[in-house]
Nanobody
Framework: QVQLVESGGGLVQAGGSLRLSCAAS????????MGWYRQAPGKQRELVAV???????NFADSVKGRFTISRDNAKNTLYLQMNSLKPEDTAVYYC?????????????WGQGTEVTVSS
């Protein structure tokens, strides 16, 4: 089992920055890919960024050049550095972890942290 706890959300002005953190605990060694998703009111949950165990990353087009995803495997922590924030970035942000133990694959989610960007 893996537990994920997000932190760092809050209210910021457009153009500002915020760093989200996701602390993982439990069966840490089983975690492979990790990512950040977000869901705005009236919209489906969407992928923001993903990162593999070896550090390869992918970003949604809407955040390329503004957001950075990173992970510290030694600290069991995932980060999302958000710069040049826009009102469109307002959403609840969720941490996700994909794990595999032998033939069993599982997906884990945190409780979410709310980000509000004022215009």
């Amino acid at each position: 089992q893996v537990q994920l706890v997000e932190s760092g959300g809050g209210l910021v002005q457009a153009g500002g920055s915020l760093r989200l953190s996701c602390a993982a605990s439990g069966s840490i060694s089983s975690i492979n890919d990790m990512g950040w998703y977000r869901q705005a009111p009236g919209k489906q949950r969407e992928l923001v960024a993903v990162i593999t165990r070896d550090g390869s990353t992918n970003f949604a087009d809407s955040v390329k050049g503004r957001f950075t995803i990173s992970r510290d495997n030694a600290k069991n922590t995932l980060y999302l550095q958000m710069n040049s924030l826009k009102p469109e970035d307002t959403a609840v942000y969720y941490c996700n972890a994909q794990s595999r133990v032998l033939l069993t694959k599982k997906s884990y989610w945190g409780q979410g942290t709310e980000v509000t960007v004022s215009s």
